[in-house]
């Protein structure tokens, strides 16, 4: 079975601009999470999509938002980027179940987002 | 979620158990704890997870106080490989994720 799969891997970008991330969770797995991880502030939770729904949001601005698609592919968009969004970019999947109990998350590699 | 205190950075010898500690006094009873590792520059690597009893399973083993206030990972048999960052991270049983990652403890296995 595949895992999480992040496109792409490495980007550089001007200030200012903005960016698309893409992630394709494990086939059959529905909930997909976002985390951004700076060498200052570690892995921070960005949101959480489920059936194409945002279910949860950390705490950052409005320029960051994201999309869930039927498939259950997810995209993150950065806009009007600033230096300080120069970070590693991770999804995460995961498979959703009704109930009790936790299920895990499996990572993706991540895109390394360069903000120059 | 329960915050989590890990000591920064541990040791351990190739071929020996290593043991991770994890702080969680503000645990709540339906939360589980959790424990997740990173390679330098890779994602993160679910390890095991538990609500109160000790667990068991092909990678480590997570040994969980009558209290639920602390936790250890246990590494029975280090590797070079086993050198990362380890996270314990403690959720609420609503499967979402929504998970708070701390600093976790570098873990530097030496031959």
């Known amino acids: 079975k595949a895992g999480v799969t992040q496109t792409p891997r490495y980007l550089i970008k001007t200030r200012g601009q903005q960016v698309t991330l893409s992630c394709s969770p494990i086939?059959?797995?529905?909930?997909v999470s976002w985390y951004q991880q700076t060498p200052g502030q570690g892995l921070q939770f960005l949101f959480e999509?489920?059936?194409?729904?945002?279910?949860n949001k950390g705490n950052f601005p409005g320029r960051f938002s994201g999309r869930q698609f039927s498939n259950s592919r997810s995209e993150m968009n950065v806009s009007t980027l600033e230096l300080g969004d120069s970070a590693l970019y991770l999804c995460?999947?995961?498979?959703?179940?009704?109930?009790?109990?936790?299920?895990?998350?499996?990572f993706g590699q991540g895109t390394r987002l360069t903000v120059v | 979620d329960a915050k989590t205190t890990q000591p920064t950075s541990m040791d351990c010898a190739e071929g020996r158990a290593a043991n991770l500690p994890c702080n969680h006094s503000?645990?709540?009873?339906?939360?589980?704890v959790y424990w997740y590792r990173q390679i330098h520059s890779q994602g993160p690597q679910y390890i095991i997870h538990?609500?109160?009893n000790n667990e068991t399973n092909e990678m480590a083993s997570l040994i969980i106080t009558e209290d639920r206030k602390s936790s250890t990972l246990i590494l029975p048999h280090a590797t070079l490989r086993d050198t990362a960052v380890y996270y314990c991270?403690?959720?609420?049983?609503?499967?979402?994720?929504?998970?708070?990652f701390g600093a976790g403890t570098r873990l530097t296995v030496k031959p």
């Open positions: 995460a999947s995961s498979l959703k179940s009704q109930g009790t109990g936790t299920t895990e998350a499996f």
């Open positions: 086939s059959g797995h529905r909930s």
């Open positions: 999509y489920f059936s194409e729904t945002q279910r």
């Open positions: 503000t645990i709540s009873g339906n939360e589980y």
């Open positions: 538990g609500l109160k």
């Open positions: 991270i403690v959720r609420v049983a609503h499967n979402n994720n929504d998970m708070r």
